[in-house]
């Protein structure tokens, strides 16, 4: 059916829309769905769009199923339940419809209405990427980036963020300038063709902060390690002159850009000396969590989570600007968005938290964000509580902040959880 919605929508487009949704037309029910969400002709109503949805998913509109499992997400009109919206999340996504793939595979990353599966939420992520939507490619990378039910791939990484942000969309680009360190890190124990697709991603994307100079720094990068290659490992063009007349990048680099991308190409070189003259990881002590029992990718998740809570991480106190007065206790990265553990000093030694997640990755095509925050309490075991219930599996996220005076105590709750799901099985293989 075509859409009769357009900028405003007028009394008569309403009233034609009503005739053919009570005649059985779904589609017309899922456009009066949309009407009454936005107020497009009438006056704004989650109950009326609620009821429109409800009759279009019953009727079997794709769309009208992925908005009504979005409503049963996030509680407009009816309690939040996250089993009903997983229900129609499939059954619009078992029609090919590419934004409720990604909406059902998000629930599977993030054990909502569904216990967390990886495998399942890759399979979704892939069916959504390839029936066009673009942010799927972007969830698809972090996966590859971080071994997230597959092995860590930085080439598939690459590759995939490249395509899914070409388009600049900017909660993409936001998650991908939040994950240039993990993959830059990951690019540096590569080879030839995972740094100059390194380089690529900067071109790509010039928004990015100091995009050229950073691209150009891989580029020197490669030109310093192509000597190790044998010749014709990665095909004639692999050579720094015709690389760089291949992608036509030595005019498109200004003067100034080249300079400090050099200054970056230097601080690269130096960190790699340090790393080859520093300790390797087996001279590391190791905590109790940290024995010869655990995984692959339990080992990489203690080693992050004391990377966080260690003497090297940043010690500056960030305040929240939301909130004066309150300071982040804990900043932990999630696919397309992040959780944040506040908290506020009061009297003594006593302080009050409060958990704020934000997600950027959309369920509805022009309402992409989600913003929850929990209840405030004045006790470190509720605050820990308050984390465990807005995200159950946050110790398995990305730690990129830790409060100096929290360290320790966060550590040792880390660590307990580690040796719990070692023992009795972790959220991610339990229903």
């Known amino acids: 059916m075509e859409k009769i919605l357009n900028a405003k929508t007028t009394k008569t487009g309403i009233k034609k829309l009503m005739t053919q949704a009570r005649a059985g037309d779904e589609g017309a029910a899922c456009r009066l769905g949309d009407a009454y969400r936005v107020g497009d002709g009438v006056d704004q109503s989650w109950e009326q769009a609620f009821h429109w949805y409800t009759l279009g998913a019953r009727a079997g509109d794709a769309e009208a199923q992925n908005n009504l499992g979005t409503l049963y997400l996030e509680g407009y009109y009816c309690q939040e339940d996250n089993v009903q919206a997983v229900y129609w999340y499939r059954k ?6 590419n934004v409720a793939q990604y909406n059902l595979a998000m629930r599977y990353i993030r054990g909502e209405g569904v216990p967390v599966d990886y495998a399942e939420a890759k399979h979704w992520l892939e069916m959504s990427a390839e029936s066009g939507y673009s942010r799927a490619n972007v969830d698809l990378a972090i996966m590859y980036l971080h071994g997230e039910g597959c092995t860590p791939d930085i080439k598939k990484s690459l590759s995939l963020f490249d395509k899914g942000t070409l388009d600049d969309d900017p909660d993409s680009l936001y998650v991908l ?24 991603l900067f071109y790509h994307h010039p928004t990015l902060p100091d995009a050229k100079p950073r691209g150009w720094a891989w580029m020197l990068w ?14 004639d063009a692999c050579w720094f002159i015709e690389v760089f007349t291949d992608r036509s990048m030595n005019a498109s680099t200004p003067s100034a850009d080249k300079e400090k991308g050099w200054e970056f190409f230097q601080a690269m070189m130096l960190e790699a000396d ?9 001279d590391a002590p190791k905590s109790i969590a940290s024995s010869d029992t655990q995984s692959a990718d339990e080992q990489r998740l203690t080693a992050r989570w004391h990377e966080a809570c260690g003497p090297g991480a940043p010690v500056a106190h960030a305040i929240s600007k939301e909130s004066p007065g309150a300071e982040l206790i804990l900043n932990i990265g999630a696919e397309g968005g992040g ?52 995200c159950p599996h946050w110790i398995h996220l990305y730690p990129c902040f830790v409060h100096p005076q929290f360290r320790a105590p966060l550590l040792q709750v880390v660590e307990r959880r580690l040796i719990v799901d070692r023992l009795v099985g972790s959220p991610r293989e339990t229903e």
């Not at 619009?92 to 419809?97: C, K, V």
């Not at 959309?362 to 405030?376: F, G, M, R």
Request: overall charge negative.
């Open 274 to 282: 340090q790393r080859v003259a520093g300790k390797s990881a087996s």
């Open 222 to 235: 490669a030109d310093a390690r192509k000597s190790s290659l044998p010749r014709g490992s990665v095909g």
């Open 92 to 97: 619009s996504a078992e029609q090919g419809a």
């Open 177 to 200: 300038a939040e994950k240039l360190p993990a993959l830059e890190q990951m690019a540096l124990n590569g080879d030839l063709d995972d740094w100059l697709a390194q380089a690529d």
């Open 339 to 390: 959780i944040d553990l506040y908290g506020r000093r009061g009297d003594g030694d006593r302080w009050t938290f409060w958990c704020d997640l934000n997600d950027w990755t959309p369920t509805l095509e022009d309402e992409p964000a989600i913003h929850k925050v929990s209840e405030s309490v004045d006790s470190w075991d509720a605050a820990i509580a308050a984390l465990n219930k807005i």
